[in-house]
Nanobody
Framework: QVQLVESGGGLVQAGGSLRLSCAAA????????MGWFRQAPGKEREFVAA????????YYRDSVQGRFTISRDAAKNTVYLQMNRLRPEDSAVYYC??????????????WGQGTQVTVSS
């Protein structure tokens, strides 16, 4: 059974930083593209960042490019999202996801339950 468990969310002031973690069980993260998505109230879920299983290429939505960094630790089977210079518009529930094929699509196969990130102005 696949489980993705996010942690690290919380309340932070604008300009601050948070690091989200996604601990995976039941799959090997280096064999999947691992993605981070977010969903704010009243909005659709959107792609944030991904790291491909083939070669480890990384992908980001434009609004987080240069502020967020996705990485993975194969030994811990964990994916991270380092978020710097946070803005109020980054506030959302952040989800970790895994898929063999998709990169930016929101139709990943496996999903975590999410962690809340709130950025105050």
């Amino acid at each position: 059974q696949v489980q993705l468990v996010e942690s690290g969310g919380g309340l932070v002031q604008a300009g601050g930083s948070l690091r989200l973690s996604c601990a995976a069980a039941g799959l090997t993260i280096s064999s999947y593209t691992m993605g981070w998505f977010r969903q704010a109230p009243g909005k659709e879920r959107e792609f944030v960042a991904a790291i491909a299983w083939t070669g480890g290429s990384t992908y980001y939505r434009d609004s987080v490019q240069g502020r967020f960094t996705i990485s993975r630790d194969a030994a811990k089977n964990t994916v991270y999202l380092q978020m710097n210079r946070l803005r109020p518009e980054d506030s959302a529930v952040y989800y970790c996801a895994a898929d063999k094929i998709r990169v930016t699509s929101t139709t990943y196969q496996y999903w975590g339950q999410g962690t809340q990130v709130t950025v105050s102005s």
